[in-house]
């Protein structure tokens, strides 16, 4: 449902474009790892999912939850709440971990929050809490890179400005892309299985903004 959602309003916004490495197959079971830099591009990620025929569970703030409508409509379709500093942690890791192994599509951001940055400008991925790479190292599942650019156009800084980019992005229509990457299997150290899976996204994040800056790349 919330994939369904997500691709008919996310068009509404902006002008969606999504591309794959060559050859790319996503198998289920799969981890993907998106960088975050908009409250707007978790929409805008999943939308480009449902085009590849990807429905994903996400792992996401637990303040979402919080939100009255939203936390409802997130419980019942089974998204996983993630509450940072405290033992519940490692229940939603369990939960993911579970989630993985029955075959399931698992959306995560390994940056675990926003860019502080107050203009609407890309900015590569920031440093990658563990989390990612301890569950790649317990299940097994190969992680795919995924890279977007373009939501900051959509929502950005102060709570004024978000609002205010929300309700003009539909005039505005800016261009937004996301890039699939070639999906990689973690290995070493939670270290540098950390760092390998921050270079995969930032490649994918590079090729995302690359497109943005070709007309051709834009649906009308």
């Known amino acids: 449902m919330l994939s369904r959602i997500a691709d008919i309003l996310v068009p509404a916004f902006g002008r969606l474009s999504v591309t794959t490495d060559p050859g790319t197959a996503l ?7 998106a960088n975050h830099t908009s409250l707007a591009d978790p929409a805008i990620v999943i939308a480009a999912l449902h085009r590849l025929g990807v429905e994903p569970v996400v792992m996401a703030a637990a303040g979402l939850w919080r939100v009255p409508v939203l936390g409802r409509f997130l419980t019942r379709e089974g998204h996983i709440p993630v509450h940072r500093g405290d033992r519940r942690a490692a229940a939603a890791l369990d939960l993911a971990a ?5 075959g399931r599509y698992l959306l995560i951001y390994a940056e675990g929050g926003l860019p502080r940055r107050k203009d609407a400008a890309e900015a590569a991925p920031g440093d990658f809490r563990t989390g990612l790479a301890r569950l790649a190292e317990r299940t097994g599942a190969p992680v795919v890179p995924v890279g977007q650019a373009g939501a900051r156009r959509v929502a950005s800084g102060s709570v004024i400005k978000q609002l205010a ?6 005039l505005r229509r800016p261009g937004l892309h996301v890039h699939v990457g070639t999906p990689v299997v973690l290995t070493g150290d939670s270290t540098s299985r ?7 996204v930032t490649t994918a994040w590079r090729t995302a903004t690359a497109h943005l800056a070709e007309p051709a790349a834009r649906p009308a």
């Open 165 to 170: 980019g929300l309700a003009t992005a539909p």
């Open 27 to 33: 198998a289920p079971g799969s981890i993907i790892a």
């Open 98 to 102: 579970d989630l993985l192994e029955q």
């Open 194 to 200: 950390t760092a390998r899976a921050r270079t995969a």
